[in-house]
Structures are given as structure tokens and as C-alpha cells.
């Protein structure tokens, strides 16, 4: 396990770009980079400013540096049995902590335990002045200054470079199990729905190809007995099912057709777009695969009160996120230029002009 | 123009010329001018700090909150928005050249949306009435601040509260989904979404705990959580406060999240005892309160498990909740801890510091040297499983130099809380009164930064200046204070 501290030289090139006028593009182990709109300009490379810094384990907190890989950090965790709650897909080998949190991923478990912002209590970042800087902290409570820290969390580094992250961690869960039943899409979302008001500990919900899946977390007692109670079959191998879920892995995601990401809220009735789709988050995340407009698709979604990422494939330099309200992009650009006046961190890479 | 009392220029003309026009868009009742009637504006929850608005501003719709934004903005008159007013730190502390706007006709609940989890509410619905709408289809709203009987939504979202549950369950920052609020400018933005995200940048977060600095929360929708199926609460003495904090990080190196984590020292114990009469043993030199909750089967698993963990601890006595009623009366005390120690000293002043837990031995060490050396008792509460401490300083403002040393004892409390890794202030905010503890926490450049943020959403700076985040020429005038060792450069400024 690697341990190094570059941040001197990553501030010696945020320098000399504002001296240039410049460019940068910021790069960890480069498995996001299909992400979001295309961005031109010097690759600035974090993946050897790594390590983890802290971990106490008695504490729930991690910090380590932005290019620390996402392996090594879970593993760290799985060995003093614990994890990162928000259960972050890697999509890739080399994916670090920095761009996973400057993506601000999360996968099955994000409805139920909170997302990788909510997991954020602190950060360590240069700024497009090329200052140094230190927001929240190692404590899990602390409302001194704004939430800078959380405002990184799917910035994808067009606020600052992130040198340094805490994160809360939490402990595994003795036992797991997931359940399997037959039944359509309406079907699947009502009783996801309804979960969401029993006392269960259900911590992953998904439908796909014509079933539910539901994962039972907890201590042995409390998933036995939730088993019974909900009833169902048991899927012989959970583990790998999330898991290859959260990667896009399963044959779902092969696709020629683009791959949108439809957020709504988690009762919504199926959708009449036509495409493939596959049910997270209880609902809530929704993978369409489609060959239709995606100015019909955005229409349908805001319909019923929700947007929609262009994910995987299709052009890249449109808008890949959903458009933002005019007054609340004009904030939007406001804060980029107060993050960084001379706009030199991975331009345009959200928003055109931003 | 002339100065004010509290040295805010102030403009007759302007000022008329703001009430004439205030009249026109709101109703009657809904401009307060005469002192009488500005008076129950005049503090929040730190009644030390107590200040005159110009004038009150009771809206009771969107429309009329942005006609009252824009007309403001327009004149260059200051706003304070302001919801029930229990904060702790002076945030809502009005100012004599400004609007108090107050959101308190804003108190209906727009929608429970129990398919979705979630509610929809106007700002001023109190904390508790979220829980109890929500109640029938069997949800809750987490974050329980201890004031949440009278303490708003629109309030809770400013401070980012967080209450006795929020190790396991979040401060408000985890528990919302959206907002609308209306910025100085007098523009509707939408932030967050009824989704679990939204796009761009995450200005949900950037907004919660914000103090009222860059817009004003005009609608909150909140997540709501299944009621767990039980909760138990075991009770633990200990005669030694480390052994204590000791069993705090041995509960938590087991692998278990209690609910709630609680921590009350021997002058704390004995003050919500006479009060609550909760049954606490008054001999312990600690207890913890350790609430469990979950599944049936899991309380039960954990329950023995924590039960022989505080064992082990080195407890003297750990007894269970026999029933609802006796859980109810363990919290009793607990929640009524600031009351009871109101009545054992004419004053104290409740610090709101955190600190990674495994340095509370150290901290607890220091606070009880300093305590012998000012002279001042200290009762201390503490949210163990978050690592929020609250030292209560007992003292008596009618004692000559009394109120003095305990700033100063205060300020020293705060500034180790820093020097050990943690914050200033956990859950009450920055406000007014800790101004200038921004200063050590932070450096020039983060809160330069910091005004860059503020200065995006309200680039005149209208929306209550002066609060939670100081100017550098503030912190240089702080530091030269602290050279000099108390020995305050300017003792007309009001510096609790």
C-alpha cells in the first residue's frame, strides 16, 4: 500500500494553469471518465497523492487522500468490519476515493443509509486560486461555516481539487440475505413503496427481468426473522447479485442504446417510454435503455416530477445532466467563479458555461 | 444619516420611505413598528443578545415574502428572517437598521406523501407536529432537537439541528429533500428535488445549517422514516466518568449503533434528578443512557449485548427500561438537563463543542482543571455517540468579573475542542455568539472563501450580515485580543 503526499506539486500546477490560462482536467484512475460532457485541458493526475491518512475504527471515520484507490480503502474497512455505507460502485479497476466522491456515486444500499454527500464530513482542497484549504472535519457533528465540503460531492471537480476526504463509516452487518419473488414492474414498485413505511431492514431493493429482489441486512436474528415475515424465496448467491448490479455488469447494461439514469420518486407507476428498464433504489433510480429522443424522454420524466442523466453512450457534448432553471444556474455560475475565477478546473464537464 | 445604537448607520428616509411601502404589501397586522409590539423579536434562544428591529414583517405567502425581499433588496435595507426562535447562538438576533421577517404565519402541512415517504411543509410547522401528522401512516421525522416542541422546520433547516437520535439517524442535512427559498433578490428558487437527488451542484447541503445568510426557507419537504418496531434504553452507572467514555467506544467497536448515546457527569446527574425525578442513581460519578432500537429481534440481541459490554465496562449498575413508561422517564431527565441546571445556578452558559470521542478523557480532564482554577462549576451533558459535548459553566452575571471569566473559560473550552480535531459548534450554530471562535477554526483563505459563497447567493451581502462567518479584520482585531489575555480591546461590543 502505497502512502505519498503530492499536494505541494498538484498546487504547483494549479499555479502555473492560472499562470498559463490553462486548462486542467482532473484525473484519478480514469474509470469515470465516461461521465458527464466532455472536458478539454491538461491532465492533472491525483492517482499518486494517496494513502489513507486516518482510521479509527472506534471513531467511524476515514480519512485518506483523493487518490487513494476504493479497493484498498474497503478493504481497510472490511478489516476492522466495517464499510462505506453508501456502497460506491468502482466502475473499474483503479477507481480512487477522490472521484468517486467528486462523483458523488452511491449504489443499492443509498436509500435506505444515505448517499456518498451524506457520508462526507469533511475535505481538504485547492481552490482555482491555487489555495489550500480545510472544510468540516473528523467529527460528525459540526455546523461551523457553510457545508463546503458536501458542495464537492458531484462538483466532478469543476469546483477545486479534493486532496484530502473524512468520511463517516459504519460497521458491516452481521448477517445479510436476499429475497426473490416473480412479479411485474407495478407490482414491484407498490411493494418496494410499501416498505418503505414497515419496520424492516430491508438496505437494497431492485426489480429486474421480471423480479424483485429485496436484501435483508441486520443481525441474524432480526433477518431471519424479517424473512418470515415478508416471506419469499432465498437468492442463493446475494452477494454477487448487488454486487454485479452496482457495477453494470449484468447483461442489462450491454446495450448499444444509450443508457439513461431516470430519478423519480420511488411510487411513480412504470413509465411509458420504450426501453429496457431495470428498478434501484427502491424505485427511486431508475436505468432505461432506449433508443428515444432523450428531449421525449426528459419530457415524459419531468412530467412526473423527475430528471434524467444521459449515463452511458450517446453524444457527449450536450446536455448530459438535466438542464437547471435559469435562476438557479446563474447561482451555479456564481459559485464556480467564486470556487474558480479563472475557470481552469475541468471545464464544462456538468453544464457548457459552467 | 446617523447611527444607531448598535453603530448601524441608519437612514430616516429610507426608513420611512420602507415601512410606507411595507404597509402597502402586506396587511395592517402584518407591519409591527411600536416598540411594545417589536419586543418579543428582540432575542432568540441566547437572550444575552437582545437588539430592537427597525420593523417586523409577517407574510403568510410566497408572494408577499418576495414583494418584501425585492422592496428590501431595492432600498439596500438588511433582512433577518426568523422562525420560532429558540436558536441558541443569537442567529435571529434582529438588526436595528433591518427587517425581521418572520415566518411564523407559515405553519400548515402541505402533504404527507406516505407512498413516497415524505412531507411537504411550510417553514414555521413546529418539529414535533411532523412526526405526529405522520404518525398514522406509521412514519417519523428523525432529527428531534430538544426543543422540538416549539423549534420549526424552516429554523431546523437553518441550523442543521440535530437532536439525541442523530449518530444513527442524521442531522437535518441527511433527512430533507428540498426546498424553496427566496433570496435577497426577491427570486423563487427551487433547491433538491422530491428525487433522492438532483442536478448540478448539491446546494441543499451548501443551504442547510446556512443560518438564514443566503436565502429565505420558504417551503421544507422532509424524508420520513418507518417507526422502528421497538426501542429500549438501558441505564448505566459508573463511578468514574473514563470508564464511561470508555464503554462509549467499546459499544461502538462491537459493532453496534445505538439510537441514542447519552452522557451526564455527577453535577448534571444530581440537577435533573431533583428536577425530572427520574430514578437516576445520584452516587455515580457518570451515567450513560444507551437507547437501542430496531427490529424486535434485534433490540433484544443488542440489549444483551450492550448490557455485558457496560459490564465489562466496568459499570457499577445497568439497568433496562421495564416498560414504555420507564423509557419515557429515563429521557425525561436527560432532556431536561439545561433546566435543572438552571435552577441549581442563577446563570450558566452552555458551550457546543465536538471532539473525536477518544479524546473526551483528555477533554473532560482539562474542563475539570480549569473549573478548579476559575472557580466556576461546570455540569457536563454530552451527546456521547456523536462526540458533542455540552459544559454547562455555572455562574452568576451579578458577581463582579463572574460573567467575564466565563467567556474566557468558555472560549479556552472551544479552542481545545479545535486543538483536538473537533468543532466549535456542533448543533447551535455560529450566530452572534461564536463570531470569533470562527477565527481559530478557520483560516484567511477558508473564510474569504466562505464570503465568496455567501456573496454568490447575496452578492450586497443583505441577508443577516454580520453573523457566522467574520470578517479578517474581526479575527485581527480577535487575535490581538489574545495577546493581550482577556483583556478585552473593546469592551462596548457585545461578546458573549
Known sequence: MLERDISETLQHQVHSAIGNGAPLKIEGGNSKAFLGRESHGEILDISAHCGIVEHDPRELVLTARSGTPLKEIETALAEAGQMLAFEPPHFGENATLGGTIACGLSGPRRPFYGSARDFVLGCKLINGEGEIMRFGGQVIKNVAGYDVSRLMVGAYGTLGVLLEISLKVLPRPAASRTLIEECTQAEAIRKMSQLLSQPVPVDAACYHAGHCYLRLSGSEQAVKHAHEHLGGEMLEKSDPFWHTLREHHLPFFDSANPLYRVMVKPAVPPLEITGEWLLDWGGAQRWLVSDEPIALIRERVANVGGHVTQFRGGAHNGEIFQPLAAPLLVIHQRLKVSFDPHGIFNQGRIYANL | ?496
Open chain 2, 1 to 496: 444619516m446617523s447611527v444607531s445604537e448598535d453603530g448601524l448607520p441608519c437612514n430616516h428616509d429610507v426608513h420611512e420611505d420602507l415601512i410606507r411601502k411595507l404597509r402597502k404589501l402586506l396587511p395592517p397586522e402584518a407591519v409591527l413598528t411600536d416598540k411594545e409590539d417589536l419586543r418579543p423579536f428582540e432575542c432568540d434562544g441566547l437572550s444575552v443578545y437582545r437588539r430592537l428591529p427597525l420593523v417586523v414583517a409577517l407574510p403568510e405567502t410566497i408572494a408577499q415574502v418576495q414583494a418584501v425581499m425585492r422592496l428590501c433588496h431595492a432600498l439596500q435595507v438588511p433582512v433577518v428572517a426568523r422562525g420560532a426562535g429558540t436558536g441558541l447562538s443569537g442567529g435571529a438576533l434582529p438588526l436595528s437598521n433591518g427587517v425581521l421577517l418572520s415566518l411564523a404565519k407559515f405553519k400548515r402541512i402541505l402533504h404527507i406523501d406516505p407512498e413516497n415517504a415524505m412531507a411537504t411543509l411550510q417553514p414555521g410547522v413546529r418539529n414535533l407536529a411532523i412526526s405526529e401528522a405522520a404518525a398514522a401512516h406509521g412514519l417519523y421525522y428523525a432529527p428531534d432537537p430538544s426543543s422540538q416542541i416549539a423549534c420549526t422546520i424552516g429554523g431546523n433547516v437553518a441550523e442543521n439541528s440535530g437532536g439525541v437520535h442523530c449518530l444513527k439517524y442524521g442531522l437535518t442535512v441527511h433527512n430533507i429533500l428540498m426546498l424553496k427559498v427566496v433570496t435577497m433578490e426577491g427570486e423563487l428558487l427551487t433547491i433538491g428535488a422530491e428525487t433522492l437527488d438532483s442536478p448540478g451542484y448539491d446546494l441543499l447541503a451548501l443551504m442547510t445549517g446556512s443560518e438564514g445568510m443566503l436565502a429565505v426557507i420558504v417551503e421544507v419537504t422532509v424524508k420520513l422514516l418507518a417507526r422502528p418496531e421497538r426501542a429500549q434504553v438501558l441505564l448505566a452507572a459508573f463511578d468514574d466518568v473514563f470508564k464511561a467514555g470508555e464503554a462509549v467506544g467499546a459499544i461502538i467497536a462491537a459493532g453496534i449503533i445505538p439510537a441514542g448515546l447519552e452522557m451526564m457527569d455527577k453535577v448534571a446527574i444530581q440537577a435533573a434528578e431533583d428536577f425530572a425525578h427520574a430514578g437516576y442513581p445520584c452516587n455515580a460519578e457518570a451515567i450513560l443512557l444507551c437507547e437501542l432500537d430496531g427490529t424486535n429481534a434485534e433490540v433484544s440481541e443488542h440489549v444483551m449485548e450492550v448490557r455485558e459490554i457496560l459490564h465489562q465496562s466496568g459499570a457499577t449498575e445497568v439497568r433496562t427500561a421495564v416498560n414504555e413508561a420507564e423509557r419515557q422517564l429515563f429521557w425525561k431527565g436527560r432532556k431536561s438537563a439545561f433546566p435543572a441546571v438552571g435552577r441549581i445556578s442563577p446563570d450558566y452558559y452552555c458551550m457546543d463543542g465536538t471532539i473525536p470521542r477518544r479524546q473526551l478523557p483528555h477533554v473532560l480532564r482539562q474542563i475539570s482543571l480549569w473549573s478548579e482554577e476559575y472557580g466556576l462549576p461546570v455540569a457536563n451533558v454530552f451527546h456521547a455517540g456523536d462526540g458533542n459535548l455540552h459544559p454547562l459553566i455555572l455562574f452568576d452575571a451579578n458577581k463582579d468579573g463572574e460573567l467575564a471569566r466565563t467567556e474566557e473559560f468558555g472560549q479556552r473550552i472551544l479552542q481545545l475542542c479545535v486543538e483536538v480535531g473537533g468543532s466549535i459548534t456542533g448543533e447551535h450554530g455560529v450566530g452572534m455568539e461564536k463570531i470569533n471562535q470562527m477565527c481559530i477554526q478557520f483560516k484567511a483563505a477558508e473564510l474569504s472563501q466562505f464570503h465568496a459563497v455567501k456573496a454568490a447567493f447575496d452578492p450586497d451581502g443583505l441577508l443577516n450580515p454580520g453573523k457566522a462567518v467574520p470578517t479578517l479584520q474581526r479575527c485581527a482585531e480577535f487575535g490581538a485580543m489574545h495577546v493581550h489575555h482577556g483583556q478585552l480591546p473593546h469592551p462596548e461590543l457585545e461578546r458573549f
